[in-house]
C-alpha cells in the first residue's frame, strides 16, 4: 500500500477528496503536483495538496495518472493558498487558481516555445543577397527580420512579422544561415529597452545604513520579520529596497518588489534592472500568456532571482525566497475586488512567515493599520524624514476657493494664484504638474431648466460626460451612449456639462496657455502599451511643459524640473462615506505634493479647495504625519474601526431588490446567531451605490477583534443557504472600500 493523496479538484467545492496511491505512482505523487482522479462519472484534473501514509478512508478510489514531474505549486505557496481560503472565505480552488494563473497552468505541460538564432558568420554562404531575395522572398524577409533584431527571436513572432512559413525557416536551417532551438530564452517584455548594465550600489547615508543594518542581518538569518520604511517621497527608500535585495542574493536567496500597478512603469523596472539586469523577471498585467510563462519558468529556474510586479507578483515562484518588498504598502490597488479578495501587503507578510523571509514595506504616507503596528512594536521602524542632498520639502499653500469665488464674483476652477505661478514658473522654462481626480470631461449631465441628471439605467450613479460633452459613460460599468440633444424628462435644450474633470481641465489649460504642451495622463488618455512610456517621455524631455492627471501621475515620478503641483480639487475624496476618506486623501495630497522640487530647484505645491480647514489637508500642507496618525487612530479607536477592531463586509447583490433585501435581512440574523456577542453586526443597509450593473445590494458590517472566527461563521451561514434566482454574496475581509 502507497499510502493516500488528499485532493482538491479543479472546481468550486470548497472541499478535498482522498485518493489512493497506485504502487507505480508512489515517488510521482507529491504535495503540489497535478493528478488526474476520478470523481463521479467523469476524470478530472486536481491538486495534491497533502501526501498521508497508511490506509485511506475505505472506499477511495485510486489517482489515475500524475501530470506534473516536478510540482507546479511548491508546498508553500499551497499553505499560502491555504491561509488565503481560511482567511478570506473563499473555496480553496479559488486560492489556488489566484496563485496559479491559467495562462501558467495551461503552460505548464506545453512544450517550450521555439526560438531563432542567426548565424552572422554564415550568412556569406547563401551567395548574394539579391539572388536570394528574387529566388526564395520568404527567406529574405526573415533574415532582414534578424538582421534588424538584437538577439534571438522566438519563431511565431518572426514569422508573423516576416509573413513567411515555417518551411522558409527550416530552409534557412538546412542552409545553416540560422539555429532553431526549444529552450526558456528570455524575452524583454519591454521590447526595445537598451540592454542594461549592472549599475554599482549608491554610498548609503546613515539613515538609510541604519535600516540596512538590520534587513542585512534578518535577510542573512533567514528570520521572518517586518519592517516599515517611512520616509518621504524621495528619501531614498528604493536605495535601500536595491541594497537589501543584494543582501538577499549574496545570501543565495530570492527577492519579490511589489509596486502598485499604476507605477509598474519603465522608470521604475528600469531601476530594478540597472542594477541587477537579466536577474529580474517583470511581472505585469499587460504580459501576453506566453510571456508571463517565460518569466515563470526563468523564476522556477532561478534564472531570474527577483520579481518586480504588481499585486499578484506576491505569488511569485522564487525558490528560497530571502526578501519580500512593498513599495507604497498603504495604496488600495493591492487589495483585489473579486474573489479571492485578498490584500497584497497582507499575503506578503503571510508568505514572509512562511518562508522565513523580511518583509520590508515602504511608504511616504503609511496605512494608519501599518502605522498602527510599528507604533505598538510589531513591526520594526524606520524613518528617512529628509530628501536626499537635503532638498528641502517643496513648500506647501492651501487656497480656499470658496474665498477665491467671493473675491472674484465667480466661480473658477483656477484661482489667481495658481494661474499666477504657473506663469511664473513655465515662463522660467520650468515644468507644472496638475492633478485632478476625476477622469473625463465633467461628472455629470445636468438640465439647467429642470435640474434632470442623466443617470446610468444599470447603476444608481450618474453618467459622466466624456470628449467635450459628446459621450456618456458610466464609470462603474462602462455603459455609455451619446449626449442627448435634449433635456429627457423636459425637453429643454439648455444642458449644461457642470464641474471638472480631466478632459475638460485639458481643454482650460490648453486655452489658458496656448504656447505650451500639454500632456494628459488618466486611464483614458493611457491605452496603448506605450502610451504611458511616450507621454512620461516628452515630459522628461521638456517637450510637454504642463502634465495633467488623475493618480496616475501622483506616484514614483521623478522629474527636476517640475516645480510646481497645483491639485486642482482636494475635496474630490474627503466626503465619500467611507471611514478612510481623511486618510486617503492625507496619501493622495502628500504624495503629489512630492512631485515638486525633485531637482536643483526649490517646489511649490499649491492645494485648492473647499475644505480648508480640514485636518487631512492641513497635515499634508505642514507634513505633520505624527499629527495627522495621532488624531486619526484616536478617531478609529472611538468609532471602532480598524486597525482597533477589524471588519467583514458581506454585500448581497441581485436584480430583484426585495429579494435581495430580505436575504440581506435573513443573513444578518443568522450571522448574529453564529457569532459571540462581541461581534457587531451592522446592517444590514443599502450598499452607498445601491445599483450596480442592474444588481441591487445591500451590505452587512460585521466588527470584530479578529477576521478569522468572523469569515469562518458567514462561510458556514452562507453555505447552509440556498438563495434563489440570481442572488449573489460577496464577503470581503478587511475591505478597503466600503463602497
Ligand atoms: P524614494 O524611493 O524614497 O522616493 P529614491 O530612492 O527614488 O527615493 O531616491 C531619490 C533620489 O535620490 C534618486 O535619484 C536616487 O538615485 C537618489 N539617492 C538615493 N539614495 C542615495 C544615496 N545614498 N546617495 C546619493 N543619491 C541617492
Ligand atoms: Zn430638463
Ligand atoms: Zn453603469
Given at each position: 500500500?502507497?499510502?493516500?493523496?488528499?485532493?482538491?479538484?479543479?472546481?468550486?467545492?470548497?472541499?478535498?477528496?482522498?485518493?489512493?496511491?497506485?504502487?507505480?505512482?508512489?515517488?510521482?505523487?507529491?504535495?503540489?503536483?497535478?493528478?488526474?482522479?476520478?470523481?463521479?462519472?467523469?476524470?478530472?484534473?486536481?491538486?495534491?495538496?497533502?501526501?498521508?501514509?497508511?490506509?485511506?478512508?475505505?472506499?477511495?478510489?485510486?489517482?489515475?495518472?500524475?501530470?506534473?514531474?516536478?510540482?507546479?505549486?511548491?508546498?508553500?505557496?499551497?499553505?499560502?493558498?491555504?491561509?488565503?481560503?481560511?482567511?478570506?472565505?473563499?473555496?480553496?480552488?479559488?486560492?489556488?487558481?489566484?496563485?496559479?494563473?491559467?495562462?501558467?497552468?495551461?503552460?505548464?505541460?506545453?512544450?517550450?516555445?521555439?526560438?531563432?538564432?542567426?548565424?552572422?558568420?554564415?550568412?556569406?554562404?547563401?551567395?548574394?543577397?539579391?539572388?536570394?531575395?528574387?529566388?526564395?522572398?520568404?527567406?529574405?524577409?526573415?533574415?532582414?527580420?534578424?538582421?534588424?533584431?538584437?538577439?534571438?527571436?522566438?519563431?511565431?513572432?518572426?514569422?508573423?512579422?516576416?509573413?513567411?512559413?515555417?518551411?522558409?525557416?527550416?530552409?534557412?536551417?538546412?542552409?545553416?544561415?540560422?539555429?532553431?532551438?526549444?529552450?526558456?530564452?528570455?524575452?524583454?517584455?519591454?521590447?526595445?529597452?537598451?540592454?542594461?548594465?549592472?549599475?554599482?550600489?549608491?554610498?548609503?547615508?546613515?539613515?538609510?545604513?541604519?535600516?540596512?543594518?538590520?534587513?542585512?542581518?534578518?535577510?542573512?538569518?533567514?528570520?521572518?520579520?517586518?519592517?516599515?520604511?517611512?520616509?518621504?517621497?524621495?528619501?531614498?527608500?528604493?536605495?535601500?529596497?536595491?541594497?537589501?535585495?543584494?543582501?538577499?542574493?549574496?545570501?543565495?536567496?530570492?527577492?519579490?518588489?511589489?509596486?502598485?500597478?499604476?507605477?509598474?512603469?519603465?522608470?521604475?523596472?528600469?531601476?530594478?534592472?540597472?542594477?541587477?539586469?537579466?536577474?529580474?523577471?517583470?511581472?505585469?498585467?499587460?504580459?501576453?500568456?506566453?510571456?508571463?510563462?517565460?518569466?515563470?519558468?526563468?523564476?522556477?529556474?532561478?534564472?531570474?532571482?527577483?520579481?518586480?510586479?504588481?499585486?499578484?507578483?506576491?505569488?511569485a515562484p522564487i525558490p528560497d525566497l530571502?526578501?519580500?518588498?512593498?513599495?507604497?504598502?498603504?495604496?488600495?490597488?493591492?487589495?483585489?475586488?473579486?474573489?479571492?479578495?485578498?490584500?497584497?501587503?497582507?499575503?506578503?507578510?503571510?508568505?514572509?512567515?512562511?518562508?522565513?523571509?523580511?518583509?520590508?514595506?515602504?511608504?511616504?504616507?503609511?496605512?494608519?493599520?501599518?502605522?498602527?503596528?510599528?507604533?505598538?512594536?510589531?513591526?520594526?521602524?524606520?524613518?528617512?524624514?529628509?530628501?536626499?542632498?537635503?532638498?528641502?520639502?517643496?513648500?506647501?499653500?492651501?487656497?480656499?476657493?470658496?474665498?477665491?469665488?467671493?473675491?472674484?464674483?465667480?466661480?473658477?476652477?483656477?484661482?489667481?494664484?495658481?494661474?499666477?505661478?504657473?506663469?511664473?514658473?513655465?515662463?522660467?522654462?520650468?515644468?507644472?504638474?496638475?492633478?485632478?481626480?476625476?477622469?473625463?470631461?465633467?461628472?455629470?449631465?445636468?438640465?439647467?431648466?429642470?435640474?434632470?441628471?442623466?443617470?446610468?439605467?444599470?447603476?444608481?450613479?450618474?453618467?459622466?460626460?466624456?470628449?467635450?460633452?459628446?459621450?456618456?459613460?458610466?464609470?462603474?460599468?462602462?455603459?455609455?451612449?451619446?449626449?442627448?440633444?435634449?433635456?429627457?424628462?423636459?425637453?429643454?435644450?439648455?444642458?449644461?456639462?457642470?464641474?471638472?474633470?480631466?478632459?475638460?481641465?485639458?481643454?482650460?489649460?490648453?486655452?489658458?496657455?496656448?504656447?505650451?504642451?500639454?500632456?494628459?495622463?488618466?486611464?483614458?488618455?493611457?491605452?496603448?502599451?506605450?502610451?504611458?512610456?511616450?507621454?512620461?517621455?516628452?515630459?522628461?524631455?521638456?517637450?510637454?511643459?504642463?502634465?495633467?492627471?488623475?493618480?496616475?501621475?501622483?506616484?514614483?515620478?521623478?522629474?527636476?524640473?517640475?516645480?510646481?503641483?497645483?491639485?486642482?480639487?482636494?475635496?474630490?475624496?474627503?466626503?465619500?462615506?467611507?471611514?478612510?476618506?481623511?486618510?486617503?486623501?492625507?496619501?493622495?495630497?502628500?504624495?503629489?505634493?512630492?512631485?515638486?522640487?525633485?531637482?536643483?530647484?526649490?517646489?511649490?505645491?499649491?492645494?485648492?479647495?473647499?475644505?480648508?480647514?480640514?485636518?487631512?489637508?492641513?497635515?499634508?500642507?505642514?507634513?505633520?504625519?505624527?499629527?495627522?496618525?495621532?488624531?486619526?487612530?484616536?478617531?478609529?479607536?472611538?468609532?471602532?474601526?480598524?486597525?482597533?477592531?477589524?471588519?467583514?463586509?458581506?454585500?448581497?447583490?441581485?436584480?430583484?431588490?426585495?429579494?435581495?433585501?430580505?436575504?440581506?435581512?435573513?443573513?444578518?440574523?443568522?450571522?448574529?446567531?453564529?457569532?459571540?456577542?462581541?461581534?457587531?453586526v451592522l446592517g444590514p443597509a443599502p450598499?452607498?451605490?445601491?445599483?450596480?450593473?442592474?444588481?441591487?445590494?445591500?451590505?452587512?458590517?460585521?466588527?470584530?477583534?479578529?477576521?478569522?472566527?468572523?469569515?469562518?461563521?458567514?462561510?458556514?451561514?452562507?453555505?447552509?443557504?440556498?438563495?434563489?434566482?440570481?442572488?449573489?454574496?460577496?464577503?470581503?475581509?478587511?475591505?478597503?472600500s466600503m463602497l
Amino acid at each position: 500500500m502507497a499510502g493516500y493523496a488528499t485532493v482538491v479538484l479543479d472546481i468550486n467545492v470548497d472541499r478535498a477528496f482522498d485518493y489512493r496511491i497506485p504502487e507505480p505512482l508512489a515517488g510521482a505523487v507529491r504535495p503540489g503536483v497535478r493528478v488526474v482522479v476520478p470523481f463521479r462519472s467523469r476524470r478530472m484534473v486536481g491538486y495534491v495538496v497533502a501526501v498521508g501514509e497508511g490506509e485511506p478512508r475505505a472506499g477511495a478510489r485510486p489517482i489515475a495518472s500524475v501530470r506534473d514531474e516536478t510540482p507546479i505549486i511548491g508546498e508553500r505557496l499551497l499553505s499560502l493558498a491555504g491561509w488565503m481560503a481560511s482567511y478570506y472565505g473563499c473555496p480553496l480552488p479559488t486560492a489556488i487558481a489566484a496563485i496559479l494563473p491559467a495562462g501558467i497552468r495551461r503552460g505548464a505541460g506545453a512544450k517550450m516555445p521555439l526560438f531563432v538564432r542567426l548565424r552572422r558568420d554564415r550568412l556569406d554562404g547563401l551567395g548574394p543577397p539579391d539572388g536570394l531575395r528574387a529566388r526564395a522572398p520568404a527567406q529574405a524577409r526573415i533574415l532582414d527580420r534578424l538582421l534588424e533584431g538584437e538577439g534571438p527571436a522566438e519563431a511565431s513572432v518572426l514569422l508573423r512579422r516576416a509573413g513567411a512559413a515555417h518551411a522558409a525557416l527550416r530552409s534557412l536551417e538546412r542552409k545553416g544561415a540560422v539555429e532553431l532551438r526549444r529552450a526558456r530564452v528570455w524575452r524583454d517584455p519591454w521590447e526595445g529597452a537598451p540592454p542594461p548594465a549592472a549599475a554599482p550600489h549608491l554610498p548609503t547615508t546613515p539613515e538609510q545604513e541604519r535600516a540596512l543594518a538590520r534587513l542585512r542581518e534578518e535577510v542573512r538569518a533567514g528570520r521572518f520579520s517586518v519592517t516599515l520604511l517611512h520616509g518621504v517621497t524621495g528619501s531614498g527608500k528604493t536605495e535601500v529596497y536595491l541594497q537589501a535585495i543584494a543582501a538577499a542574493l549574496a545570501a543565495g536567496r530570492g527577492a519579490i518588489v511589489l509596486v502598485p500597478e499604476i507605477s509598474l512603469t519603465p522608470q521604475t523596472v528600469g531601476r530594478f534592472r540597472e542594477r541587477f539586469g537579466r536577474g529580474v523577471a517583470v511581472l505585469h498585467s499587460r504580459l501576453s500568456a506566453g510571456e508571463r510563462f517565460v518569466e515563470w519558468e526563468r523564476m522556477r529556474a532561478r534564472e531570474a532571482r527577483i520579481a518586480v510586479g504588481a499585486r499578484s507578483a506576491v505569488f511569485a515562484p522564487i525558490p528560497d525566497l530571502g526578501l519580500i518588498v512593498v513599495d507604497e504598502e498603504h495604496e488600495r490597488s493591492y487589495k483585489q475586488e473579486d474573489a479571492p479578495r485578498y490584500h497584497a501587503r497582507d499575503a506578503a507578510i503571510t508568505r514572509g512567515s512562511l518562508e522565513g523571509a523580511a518583509v520590508l514595506l515602504g511608504s511616504a504616507t503609511p496605512s494608519v493599520e501599518s502605522y498602527w503596528n510599528a507604533a505598538a512594536g510589531r513591526y520594526a521602524l524606520f524613518r528617512l524624514p529628509r530628501r536626499i542632498d537635503d532638498r528641502p520639502m517643496p513648500r506647501v499653500a492651501i487656497v480656499d476657493m470658496q474665498e477665491e469665488g467671493r473675491r472674484t464674483g465667480r466661480t473658477t476652477f483656477f484661482s489667481r494664484r495658481l494661474l499666477g505661478a504657473m506663469e511664473e514658473r513655465l515662463g522660467r522654462g520650468e515644468q507644472v504638474i496638475l492633478f485632478l481626480n476625476r477622469r473625463g470631461f465633467s461628472p455629470l449631465m445636468l438640465c439647467r431648466r429642470c435640474g434632470w441628471v442623466e443617470k446610468c439605467p444599470h447603476c444608481s450613479v450618474s453618467l459622466t460626460s466624456h470628449g467635450a460633452g459628446e459621450t456618456l459613460i458610466c464609470h462603474l460599468c462602462g455603459f455609455s451612449r451619446g449626449a442627448p440633444a435634449r433635456c429627457p424628462s423636459c425637453g429643454s435644450p439648455n444642458l449644461r456639462f457642470p464641474g471638472l474633470g480631466t478632459q475638460k481641465l485639458e481643454a482650460m489649460v490648453s486655452r489658458l496657455f496656448p504656447e505650451r504642451r500639454v500632456g494628459r495622463m488618466d486611464t483614458d488618455a493611457m491605452t496603448g502599451r506605450h502610451a504611458h512610456a511616450e507621454t512620461l517621455g516628452a515630459f522628461g524631455r521638456g517637450e510637454i511643459q504642463i502634465l495633467l492627471g488623475t493618480q496616475m501621475i501622483a506616484k514614483g515620478l521623478h522629474f527636476p524640473n517640475v516645480t510646481l503641483v497645483g491639485v486642482i480639487c482636494a475635496d474630490t475624496a474627503l466626503h465619500l462615506p467611507d471611514f478612510r476618506a481623511s486618510e486617503y486623501t492625507f496619501q493622495i495630497l502628500t504624495q503629489v505634493a512630492g512631485r515638486a522640487g525633485r531637482g536643483e530647484r526649490a517646489g511649490e505645491v499649491i492645494i485648492q479647495t473647499y475644505a480648508p480647514g480640514h485636518p487631512a489637508i492641513l497635515a499634508a500642507r505642514d507634513g505633520d504625519d505624527e499629527l495627522f496618525y495621532r488624531r486619526e487612530i484616536g478617531f478609529r479607536e472611538e468609532l471602532g474601526y480598524p486597525p482597533l477592531k477589524r471588519l467583514v463586509l458581506v454585500t448581497v447583490k441581485g436584480r430583484n431588490g426585495e429579494a435581495v433585501k430580505w436575504i440581506a435581512r435573513h443573513c444578518a440574523r443568522e450571522f448574529a446567531g453564529a457569532l459571540p456577542p462581541a461581534v457587531d453586526v451592522l446592517g444590514p443597509a443599502p450598499s452607498p451605490v445601491q445599483k450596480v450593473r442592474g444588481r441591487y445590494r445591500w451590505q452587512i458590517v460585521l466588527k470584530g477583534e479578529a477576521v478569522p472566527p468572523m469569515t469562518a461563521a458567514v462561510g458556514a451561514v452562507l453555505g447552509r443557504l440556498r438563495p434563489g434566482g440570481d442572488v449573489q454574496f460577496a464577503v470581503d475581509a478587511d475591505p478597503v472600500s466600503m463602497l
